[in-house]
């Protein structure tokens, strides 16, 4: 993910491949076969701005949810992750305080892997190094082209390719497990325009609307109208 913006389970479009997911086998076996996953329970703080960057999260299980809570005390989201999706690699390299906050949604299994061993089985994986790499080149590019498209076109259009890129991955029919709040949150408009997108692209056919969820009902549908 990094510490900015992500995708997989929210918007899937910015990181294309995982940054982990990216590294061979054998050295996520070693990884895995030397750290410890957490637990946590719905609503727990999982990782808070401004703290060392002394590692990154591997997301096994559940759902977090990335963003920053504001001065009054509320949380604006900015990434909903899940299982698969790793974050805080970009502060772990820059060696920056974290900038984001990241909050368990429902109850998650998440894998910490510590900077010191992280970097340690890279180095007896030089081709992993490079493939890295390639995975952070393709993730800022992807990135720059995902805020152009967002601020095209209506909320609508905007809306409907959110959700078009967050479907990556998920089955054709499967539901994404996000709230009306977040996607506003996400796409940067207010919760009434966020409702007003959806319930067009309900009335179009292109999904159907449910209590914290979504379900995509046309996939390739979604995308073309994403496009104009």
Do not use: K
């Not at 909903?80 to 305080?97: C, H, I, K, N, T």
């Not at 974290?98 to 890279?122: H, K, N, Q, Y």
């Not at 590019?141 to 967002?150: F, H, K, R």
């Amino acid at each position: 993910m990094s510490d900015i913006l992500h995708s997989r389970s929210s918007l899937r479009a910015a990181v294309s491949p995982m940054l982990y997911a990216s590294l061979e086998p054998a050295l996520r076996e070693e990884i895995e076969a030397r750290t410890h996953v957490r637990r946590f329970a719905d609503g727990q703080i999982i990782q808070q701005r401004g703290e060392d960057p002394d590692g990154f999260w591997l997301i096994e299980h559940g759902m977090v949810v990335a963003g920053q809570f504001l001065a009054e005390g509320t949380f604006r989201a900015v990434a909903v992750l899940g299982p698969g999706d790793s974050y805080g690699e970009l502060a772990m390299f820059s060696q920056r305080p974290r900038v984001v906050d990241a909050v368990s949604r429902g109850a998650s299994t998440v894998r910490f892997i510590p900077a010191g061993l992280f970097l340690e089985c890279l180095a007896r994986h030089p081709a992993s190094g490079r493939a890295l790499l390639g995975a952070l080149s393709v993730q800022v590019q992807e990135l720059i082209n995902l805020v152009v498209d967002m601020r095209r076109g209506t909320a609508t259009t905007r809306m409907a390719l959110l959700l078009s890129n967050m479907s990556q991955g998920f089955e054709a029919d499967g539901e994404l497990p996000v709230t009306q709040q977040e996607l506003a949150e996400l796409l940067g408009v207010t919760r009434p325009t966020a409702n007003t997108a959806l319930r067009e692209l309900a009335a179009a056919g292109l999904i159907e609307r449910g209590y914290g969820q979504l379900r995509i009902r046309d996939r390739a549908a979604l995308a073309r109208f994403a496009l104009g």
